[in-house]
């Protein structure tokens, strides 16, 4: 019974996606530049939802990288400032003795630790209080994003709480007091020490040995050994060996083109994370990049990809749904614009798919890494 309600679920789901894209309103054919930046400014001025309250960095990082990829970072000149203070007044300091090297990265919120009084994290540490892998890598991208110069990061520290993440089969958990262990958090290492410039945060091949045995027999990554590719877990996988340049030495050039036709498979108007499942608007990103990264991005139809993503707009306050005719939502709304800007639709700033921040913020990464070496050399 219950498989009989999810059918009829998603074959209406279908159904009304094929109504929504054959609709040729003003409204599904133009970008709502405007109201989205409106929208991405109102996620940034409120407080989220309780059960969202842990990770106010990521949300941040949406709002803000949308306003990025809009081309309207200008419209929070005057907060950027507070906003860049705020994110280091997150971050999990050492303490004197090096005791609490292994909590050290970013929070996704001040509930713990000494968000208002950094100056006390230097000599004392509080239990439980710990990063959290997903924060840290939104926490970075985001300064990034602001044109921060990452001077304060405790790079040595961040690199060290990232490591004591990572589990004996290659995989990292989220939290150093335990979590789930997937692709996800394998990314969010991978980025981290991209991002830094550093790779002591982590045992590469181990992590690609994870990775590779994720590997399902659909020809994609699913999130574990033996789990069911998906679009989400496929991006990670591949931005991950793109990152640690791995990809041609892990995979086959067999495994590769098996991983472009799964790929490719999943554009329906837009793009589904599994066979048989409806198309979402963050697929268009998270399989477009995996596309992009690999080189084929231009085999798909572009039209139906934008035509489906446009749809999914909300024409009165702006930003995107999940699917047609739903509420919008930050993350959404972020990856929609992302998935747009992957296929280059105007006024939309280009994106760097691997490490999902505009390609302008990943220049300043480059030179930022200049600047680092040129300090090393010297």
Same mark, same amino acid.
């Given at each position: 019974?219950?498989?009989?309600?999810?059918?009829?679920?998603?074959?209406?789901?279908?159904?009304?996606?094929?109504?929504?894209?054959?609709?040729?309103?003003?409204?599904?054919?133009?970008?709502?530049?405007?109201?989205?930046?409106?929208?991405?400014?109102?996620?940034?001025?409120?407080?989220?939802?309780?059960?969202?309250?842990?990770?106010?960095?990521?949300?941040?990082?949406?709002?803000?990288?949308?306003?990025?990829?809009?081309?309207?970072?200008?419209?929070?000149?005057?907060?950027?400032?507070?906003?860049?203070?705020?994110?280091?007044?997150?971050?999990?300091?050492?303490?004197?003795?090096?005791?609490?090297?292994?909590?050290?990265?970013?929070?996704?919120?001040?509930?713990?630790?000494?968000?208002?009084?950094?100056?006390?994290?230097?000599?004392?540490?509080?239990?439980?209080?710990?990063?959290?892998?997903?924060?840290?890598?939104?926490?970075?991208?985001?300064?990034?994003?602001?044109?921060?110069?990452?001077?304060?990061?405790?790079?040595?520290?961040?690199?060290?709480?990232?490591?004591?993440?990572?589990?004996?089969?290659?995989?990292?958990?989220?939290?150093?007091?335990?979590?789930?262990?997937?692709?996800?958090?394998?990314?969010?290492?991978?980025?981290?020490?991209?991002?830094?410039?550093? $790779?002591?945060?982590?045992?590469?091949?181990?992590?690609?040995?994870?990775?590779?045995?994720?590997?399902?027999?659909?020809?994609?990554?699913?999130?574990?050994?033996?789990?069911?590719?998906?679009?989400?877990?496929?991006?990670?996988?591949?931005?991950?060996?793109?990152?640690?340049?791995?990809?041609?030495?892990?995979?086959?050039?067999?495994?590769?083109?098996?991983?472009?036709?799964?790929?490719?498979?999943?554009?329906?108007?837009?793009?589904?994370?599994?066979?048989?499942?409806?198309?979402?608007?963050?697929?268009?990103? $998270?399989?477009?990049?995996?596309?992009?990264?690999?080189?084929?991005?231009?085999?798909?139809?572009?039209?139906?990809?934008?035509?489906?993503?446009?749809?999914?707009?909300?024409?009165?306050?702006?930003?995107?749904?999940?699917?047609?005719?739903?509420?919008?939502?930050?993350?959404?709304?972020?990856?929609?614009?992302?998935?747009?800007?992957?296929?280059?639709?105007?006024?939309?700033?280009?994106?760097?798919?691997?490490?999902?921040?505009?390609?302008?913020?990943?220049?300043?990464?480059?030179?930022?890494?200049?600047?680092?070496?040129?300090?090393?050399?010297?």
């Amino acid at each position: 019974m219950a498989l009989r309600s999810q059918e009829r679920s998603e074959q209406y789901g279908l159904s009304k996606q094929k109504a929504a894209l054959s609709t040729h309103s003003k409204h599904r054919d133009e970008l709502f530049h405007k109201k989205h930046a409106v929208f991405f400014k109102r996620v940034l001025q409120v407080l989220p939802s309780q059960q969202l309250d842990t990770h106010r960095v990521s949300l941040a990082y949406f709002a803000i990288s949308g306003l990025d990829l809009l081309d309207s970072l200008n419209d929070i000149e005057s907060d950027r400032e507070r906003i860049i203070e705020w994110i280091y007044s997150l971050q999990v300091q050492p303490n004197e003795s090096g005791s609490n090297l292994n909590q050290c990265g970013f929070r996704g919120c001040p509930m713990l630790g000494h968000a208002y009084d950094t100056e006390q994290a230097k000599f004392q540490s509080i239990p439980y209080d710990s990063s959290n892998i997903a924060m840290t890598y939104t926490a970075l991208a985001t300064l990034l994003i602001l044109g921060d110069d990452l001077s304060r990061v405790h790079k040595k520290a961040v690199l060290q709480g990232v490591k004591s993440l990572q589990q004996p089969n290659g995989s990292f958990v989220s939290v150093l007091e335990g979590s789930e262990y997937d692709m996800r958090f394998v990314y969010c290492a991978s980025c981290i020490c991209y991002m830094l410039n550093d $790779w002591s945060g982590m045992d590469v091949d181990k992590a690609v040995s994870y990775i590779v045995q994720s590997l399902s027999y659909e020809g994609a990554f699913g999130q574990r050994p033996y789990n069911e590719a998906h679009g989400g877990s496929t991006f990670c996988a591949v931005g991950s060996l793109i990152l640690m340049d791995r990809l041609h030495v892990a995979l086959s050039e067999s495994q590769l083109s098996a991983l472009r036709r799964w790929l490719l498979h999943r554009q329906d108007a837009g793009f589904t994370g599994r066979p048989n499942k409806t198309a979402d608007t963050c697929y268009s990103f $998270w399989v477009g990049a995996a596309l992009e990264m690999l080189g084929v991005l231009d085999l798909t139809h572009v039209t139906f990809n934008r035509s489906f993503v446009l749809s999914a707009q909300e024409p009165i306050v702006g930003g995107f749904s999940k699917y047609p005719d739903h509420p919008p939502d930050p993350l959404h709304s972020y990856l929609g614009l992302a998935g747009l800007s992957l296929i280059g639709e105007p006024n939309i700033n280009p994106i760097y798919p691997a490490l999902n921040i505009s390609q302008r913020a990943y220049d300043h990464l480059m030179n930022l890494h200049r600047q680092w070496e040129d300090e090393r050399s010297h």
